[in-house]
């Protein structure tokens, strides 16, 4: 059997590394339910977790998808993969080898034209829903407050939400696309089942985890598209709680309800723009994180049920011959053996 590219050691110095919730081992080992001194000797190499468990509260704590939390989970254990992942798969992944390839400084002074970056950037991410090669949440879950179903069949991705509660519920579908600092996201999608006409679909970005992310909203029978980020997850009417609103209910004119829309995010650090069809809606300065992924989702209001499909998942990054060189080999081992990620600079057109 092949080697893994990592070993858990490194898995864990890396996850751990990229997340932003817990500071230090003295942060991390309340929620774990393990001693600092254990999660000290994981980190150093010098031992395993002896029950996958442990991992799995790991990954849960780090907002791991299920993807990478079997990659953590076969790093200590080959027997211990939880969610499926092929071994094959494991074997060949580098867990994130485009996410921090960075680029010298530039600003968009207006909107860009979504075909010159389709023309002139590199696609670095791409999903037609022909098969789950990338591992997408599939299958019922329902929790007593709703019931999602995730299914993929004839070249698309489909969300149905029904939702027993008495405030909008918001959902994904669980992406391991994580996101590049510069990049164009573009999806096409459509409102297939609706009741009300403030139920439609999402475009999620920053996601950490299902209480933590960014969405462009889009009510698709008012032809409206708002822009939030939710700190923790909580909906109230239109609002949420821990929310920062960019804009709300704003008119998108070129959307067409009850047909496939194509919705597109280009960001470039913190700045992000927002487009219906190609054609700019707004742009808004959105913090980033350091880990976040970008996911498609489905917006059901209160005691609805919306089905929509998504269709075409793209991601282009600005990258050159060498910045692809790199991303190859991004993550260098140092002289202590840590994990060092490439020198930080910023986006260019």
């Not at 929620?31 to 000797?41: C, D, F, H, L, P």
């Not at 299958?139 to 995730?150: N, T």
């Given at each position: 059997m092949s080697p893994l590219r990592y070993t858990f050691r490194e898995l864990l110095n890396f996850f751990f590394s990229f997340q932003d919730r817990y500071k230090t081992i003295k942060d991390l080992a309340p929620?774990?339910?393990?001693?600092?001194?254990?999660?000290?000797?994981w980190l150093n190499g010098e031992t395993v977790p002896r029950d996958p468990e442990v991992i799995i509260n790991i990954a849960n704590a780090f907002s791991l998808n299920a993807q990478q939390t079997d990659l953590l989970l076969f790093a200590a254990n080959e027997k211990w993969i939880t969610y499926g992942t092929p071994v094959e798969v494991l074997q060949g992944i580098n867990p994130f080898s485009y996410r921090d390839i960075y680029f010298e400084t530039h600003r968009f002074s207006k909107p860009p034209a979504i075909d010159t970056l389709e023309s002139s950037w590199k696609l670095?991410?791409?999903?037609?829903?022909?098969?789950?090669?990338?591992?997408?949440?599939?299958?019922?879950?329902?929790?007593?407050?709703?019931?999602?179903?995730?299914?993929?069949?004839?070249?698309?991705?489909?969300?149905?939400?029904?939702n027993y509660f008495h405030d909008t519920v918001i959902l994904g579908g669980d992406s391991s696309c994580f996101a590049p600092r510069c990049y164009l996201f573009s999806v096409e999608a459509q409102v297939t089942h609706w009741k009300d006409r403030h139920d439609g679909l999402a475009v999620l970005f920053e996601e950490l985890s299902d209480s933590r992310f960014a969405l462009m909203r889009v009510r698709e029978q008012t032809r409206q598209v708002s822009v939030v980020k939710v700190n923790d997850y909580g909906v109230t009417g239109d609002g949420f709680d821990g929310q920062e609103i960019y804009f709300q209910k704003r008119e998108a004119p070129t959307l067409r309800p009850g047909q496939m829309n194509r919705y597109c995010i280009v960001a470039t650090e913190e700045h992000h723009y927002f487009y219906v069809n190609n054609y700019c809606i707004g742009e808004a300065i959105i913090p980033r994180h350091s880990l976040a992924r970008l996911d498609v989702g489905i917006v059901a209001t209160a005691w609805s049920r919306v089905t929509c499909r998504f269709q075409r998942f793209r991601v282009y990054a600005p990258m050159t011959v060498e910045q692809e060189l790199l991303a190859i080999n991004e993550f260098a081992m140092e002289d202590d053996g840590t994990l060092a990620a490439p020198d930080e600079a910023s986006c260019p057109a």
């Open positions: 929620v774990i339910g393990k001693s600092e001194r254990a999660i000290r000797g670095i991410f791409s999903d037609d829903f022909t098969s789950n090669y990338r591992r997408w949440g599939i299958g019922f879950k329902d929790d007593g407050v709703c019931r999602i179903r995730r299914s993929m069949k004839d070249g698309a991705y489909h969300l149905r939400l029904t």
